[in-house]
T-cell receptor, first 113, second 113 residues
C-alpha cells in the first residue's frame, strides 16, 4: 500500500538557519502531496501542497517540490523563526476512492533563539 | 466561515466502555474523514463519509463505526474500548469530489484507563 517516510526527528536549529525535512513516498498511482503542521495542543494545518510532478508548493516561506523521479517532497525554508517550532507531517492522497491522507510519522522541529 | 469543530475536547473512559465523538464540518463541505493519532505518530485513516454514506475505510475493526447527518456533521463511535484506543481523534472535512484538501479540527483527546 501507499506509504510516506519522513526523516526522523527531533530537529533542533538556531533561528535564521536553513531547514530541510526529507520526505519520500511510495504510491501506486499519481498522488497529491502535502505538508501539514501541528502546533502544540492544536489540530493539523495545511502548510502547502503539490498535485503533480514538478509542481512547487509554497507558503509562509516554506517550499517543497514534487519530484516523481526520486519520489520525494522535501520541505525547505531559508531562514527559520522560533514561531516555526512545531511537528511537521508529510502526507499523500491518491486520486482514487476515498482520497484518504496517508501520513508520515512526523518530524518535531524546535527553533532556538 | 466556521471551521471544523469537535467535541468533547478531552474524554476519559474505562476499558470496555463505549464512546461517541462529534464533528461539525466546515461550511459547504460534504465529506468528513476521521483519523486516529497515537502519541508521537502520524494520523491513521479510520473512515470517510460522503453525503451520509461510508466512502472508504482504513484498517480498523468494526467496533469503530460512524455516521454522517444531513447537515454533514458526523459522529465516531467506538465500542468495547481498549487501552490502545487512547489517542487524539481528528476529524477533517473537505468538498469531496476531486478536492484533495482536508481541513482538520482540533481533535478529541481520548484516554482509556
Amino acid at each position: 500500500g501507499d506509504s510516506v517516510t519522513q526523516m526522523e526527528g527531533p530537529v533542533t536549529l538556531s533561528e535564521e538557519a536553513f531547514l530541510t525535512i526529507n520526505c519520500t513516498y511510495t504510491a501506486t498511482g499519481y498522488p497529491s502531496l502535502f505538508w501539514y503542521v501541528q502546533y502544540p495542543g492544536e489540530g493539523l494545518q495545511l502548510l502547502l501542497k503539490a498535485t503533480k510532478a514538478d509542481d512547487k508548493g509554497s507558503n509562509k516561506g516554506f517550499e517543497a517540490t514534487y519530484r516523481k523521479e526520486t519520489t520525494s517532497f522535501h520541505l525547505e525554508k531559508g531562514s527559520v523563526q522560533v514561531s516555526d517550532s512545531a511537528v511537521y507531517f508529510c502526507a499523500l492522497s491518491d486520486a482514487q476512492g476515498a482520497q484518504k491522507l496517508v501520513f508520515g510519522q512526523g518530524t518535531r522541529l524546535t527553533i532556538n533563539p | 466561515e466556521t471551521g471544523v469543530t469537535q467535541s468533547p475536547t478531552h474524554l476519559i473512559k474505562t476499558r470496555g466502555q463505549q464512546v461517541t465523538l462529534r464533528c461539525s464540518s466546515q461550511s459547504g463541505h460534504n465529506t468528513v474523514s476521521w483519523y486516529q493519532q497515537a502519541l508521537g505518530q502520524g494520523p491513521q485513516f479510520i473512515f470517510q463519509y460522503y453525503r451520509e454514506e461510508e466512502n472508504g475505510r482504513g484498517n480498523f475493526p468494526p467496533r469503530f463505526s460512524g455516521l454522517q447527518f444531513p447537515n454533514y456533521s458526523s459522529e465516531l463511535n467506538v465500542n468495547a474500548l481498549e487501552l490502545d484506543d487512547s489517542a487524539l481523534y481528528l476529524c477533517a472535512s473537505s468538498l469531496g469530489g476531486l478536492s484533495y484538501e482536508q481541513y482538520f479540527g482540533p481533535g478529541t483527546r481520548l484516554t482509556v484507563t
